[in-house]
């Protein structure tokens, strides 16, 4: 009789396989995909009351509830930087929209921080989901091409 092995051992092979080909697929490191949640949101009257090192997990709104101007908190990526957004709505463009769920911040659209650091993200329910590299890479060549969208995807 042959040597039985348990089904989680089997299940750890299938994962540890399935972990490897998504981050081949999505170009990004197990450090770098973890998902980072923003538990609260922290209200400021106004933008000197936030001190500079903003951490990870912190999710500061300048303004009110009724009223929210920015959203300022730390990326989720691994490089610590400090991203801000206006949620002001009065013709400024980008603009983003802040909602709320049982007290987590959702934005929308998506974060799509471009230059010295390159981050994708989606913000939803206080979770961070990861844009992956291959959709934004082949949008970026489609935007730089000189062909039209096309249309029926829309």
């Not at 081949?24 to 609260?40: D, K």
């Not at 300022?72 to 709320?100: A, K, Q």
Request: charged content about 30%; proline content about 6%.
């Amino acid at each position: 009789m042959g040597k039985r092995r348990r089904a989680t051992d089997a299940g750890m092979g299938m994962a540890a396989r399935l972990r490897k080909w998504f981050e081949r697929l999505s170009g990004r490191s197990a450090a770098t995909r973890s998902f980072v949640q923003f538990p609260e949101i922290l209200y400021a009257a106004d933008r000197s009351t936030i001190p500079l090192a903003v951490g990870r997990r912190e999710f500061f709104v300048v303004g009110s509830r009724e009223h929210p101007k920015w959203a300022i908190f730390g990326c989720p990526c691994e490089d610590g930087h400090l991203v801000e957004v206006t949620l002001v709505r009065h013709g400024r463009r980008p603009s983003w929209r802040l909602t709320t769920w049982r007290g987590r911040p959702t934005l929308n659209p998506s974060i799509h921080v471009q230059g010295e650091h390159s981050c994708h993200y989606v913000i939803r329910r206080g979770t961070v989901q990861w844009v992956r590299r291959a959709e934004s890479g082949h949008d970026r060549r489609r935007a730089e091409s000189d062909e039209p969208p096309d249309e029926s995807r829309f």
